[in-house]
């Protein structure tokens, strides 16, 4: 009888426990990661930005506009793009989210022929008087560019023979490079065929930055452009 009673105890406790590690693992949290998304889609005046279904955005992702980092469930996760308050979807695509980690989807080029390049945004601890940026190259019709500062110095290229991106490149590209905080008189990007600069930029300290070259006019002529994302 005690042998009974005792086994009917063991059984209960053990029931218990394993309700207990089910309701635990069921509950589990897979954790959060950021995700920002940049409109530079040529022929969209905005986008909608979901993820398994749940829209990140709070209004319409204008053009050369970013939604800033907005939180996602980590894991695998389907992000799709539509054209601001309709059902035409643009664009979707399965990535993974790592738990505590930034993310950045470009999107770029024309609407009829959209482009994305996910990357992560692994952002740098800031050393004292440095800026962090990184450079990416969109624009399809191309040559390789340099890009960099100009100062009463003259041009100080920071980023050479940059092609136009593809996903593989972009996140080959996607780590940041510090320079000295500060104004900077003109932004350069030059090439074999053209030579674009963007007036009095300054990149603060302990900032961190992406700079794209993007095409806002497909033309002809051509008319091109830098865009520049704050990630921290």
Avoid: H
Avoid at 132 to 156: D, E, M, Q
Avoid at 157 to 182: H, K, L, M
């Amino acid at each position: 009888m005690k042998y009974r009673s005792f086994l009917c105890s063991f059984v209960l406790v053990l029931f218990l426990v394993l309700s207990s590690c089910s309701k635990s693992n069921n509950n589990s949290d897979p954790g959060s990661a950021q995700l920002m998304v940049a409109n530079l889609i040529v022929g969209t005046t905005g986008i909608d930005v979901t993820v398994n279904g749940k829209k990140l955005n709070d209004a319409a992702v204008t053009f050369t506009n970013s939604s800033g980092y907005k939180s996602t469930t980590a894991g695998r996760g389907t992000i799709t793009i539509y054209q601001a308050n309709t059902s035409n979807v643009v664009l979707s695509k399965e990535v993974d989210f790592v738990n505590g980690k930034n993310y950045s989807l470009l999107l770029y080029d024309v609407y009829t022929n959209t482009k994305s390049a996910f990357v992560e945004d692994d952002i740098i601890t800031g050393t004292p008087g440095k800026s962090y940026i990184r450079f990416f190259n969109l624009v399809s019709s191309s040559t390789p560019v340099k890009a960099g500062t100009v100062t009463v110095a003259g041009f100080t290229p920071i980023f050479v023979n940059r092609s136009y991106e593809t996903e593989a490149t972009a996140q080959a590209n996607d780590g940041y490079t510090a320079i000295s905080a500060g104004t900077y008189g003109l932004f350069s990007v030059q090439s074999s065929t053209r030579n674009y600069a963007k007036a009095d930029i300054t990149f603060e300290e302990g900032k961190v930055y992406t700079v794209v070259y993007y095409t806002y006019l497909t033309g002809p002529p051509l008319a091109d452009a830098l865009q520049i994302y704050i990630n921290k």
